[in-house]
């Protein structure tokens, strides 16, 4: 069985810089298309982005999606691919709409969107609020990072060190081999900007299974814009400056409810391009939806 779907490529956390964000491509699922996670992973490791998204429309205004990286693995919560969904949505595929619903099958990680008066999608997603820790790898820690953080805190699947300054977390070259050794999905460096808010640069292991620097991260603002929040006191929109080789930046405000906001600029490449994907199981032809978290991922 061959599949056909429209892929489009979108750029979110664009800023001044040339060649600045973080790429992803958006599969859109036409409707009643049985697709299974095996495709999935397949199609995400042939278009070779740092996020691939799946979309599948549920109802106007309302869709369900699911997120992989370039090697092919399901990441919960996805980051940049909501985002580059949010704004192919709002500007091409639901044109006129005050705002969309993004669902996934994993509870609390539903989210919203809306375009601002300049264009940039602002998207509302939960805020997990880090917890300072003592962790238990840390000589492994300051080898792999290098420059020694005055603090670490834990996300819900992420480490999080805290620097002094801007130019230390710009000057950190992570050594990741010894990275990967450790429980964590990603290692995030942050310190308070130069500017004003705060900047951050996202290292990507994946528990041993990845390797690569991600210029952008919806999912890592979740959990600093809470904790940015406290340390600068600040009831303000905060300026995020992400510092990888590309770069990158996005805004991010506390909302009521444990919720927060994050606005990006997002910048369109290409699309919709048809692919014609085989598909990789049986399932993509005889399952329905089924539960994602525990690992089996099929859309009806």
């Known amino acids: 069985m061959v599949l056909k779907l429209p892929v489009y490529f979108i750029v979110p956390f664009v800023s001044n810089e ?35 998204v799946f979309a599948k429309r549920r109802q106007p205004c309302v869709w369900e999606l699911c997120w992989y990286t370039q090697a092919g693995l399901p990441i919960v919560p996805g980051g940049n691919g909501t985002v580059a969904l949010a704004y192919l949505l709002l500007t091409e595929l639901e044109v006129g709409a005050e705002s969309v619903q993004l669902n ?16 940039r999608v602002c998207l509302t997603l939960p805020a997990i609020s880090p917890r300072q820790i ?33 130019a230390l977390v710009r000057g950190l070259e992570p050594d990741f081999n010894l990275l990967v050794q450790l429980p964590y999905f990603a290692f995030i460096a942050t310190a308070r900007g130069d500017r004003g808010g705060f ?3 996202t290292f990507i292991t994946a528990q041993g299974r990845e390797q690569w620097e991600c210029p952008g991260s919806a999912a890592a603002l979740m959990n600093l814009a809470p904790l940015w929040d406290t340390q600068l006191h600040s009831s303000q929109e905060l300026h995020a400056d992400q510092l990888s080789l590309r770069g990158g930046e996005a805004w991010c405000r506390l909302t009521a409810g444990e919720l927060m906001e994050i606005t990006a600029a997002c910048e369109k490449r290409g699309g919709p391009f048809v692919f014609h994907f085989p598909a990789m199981s049986d399932e993509d032809v005889e399952s329905t939806l089924s539960n994602s978290a525990n690992g089996l991922l099929f859309w009806s």
Do not use: W
């Open 199 to 201: 900047v951050y640069r």
């Open 18 to 52: 040339t060649g600045s964000g973080n790429p992803a491509a958006v599969c859109v699922v036409p409707p009643g298309q049985l697709i299974s996670q095996a495709t999935m992973s397949s199609i995400a490791i042939y278009l070779g982005q740092p996020e691939t």
């Open 104 to 119: 996934s099958s994993y509870p609390g990680l539903s989210s919203s969107a809306r375009l601002d008066q300049d264009g």
């Open 134 to 166: 003592d962790p238990s790898h840390r000589f492994t820690l300051l080898r792999a990072l290098g420059k020694d953080p005055h603090t670490f805190y834990c996300g819900e699947r992420d480490l999080i060190a805290v620097y002094d300054s801007e």
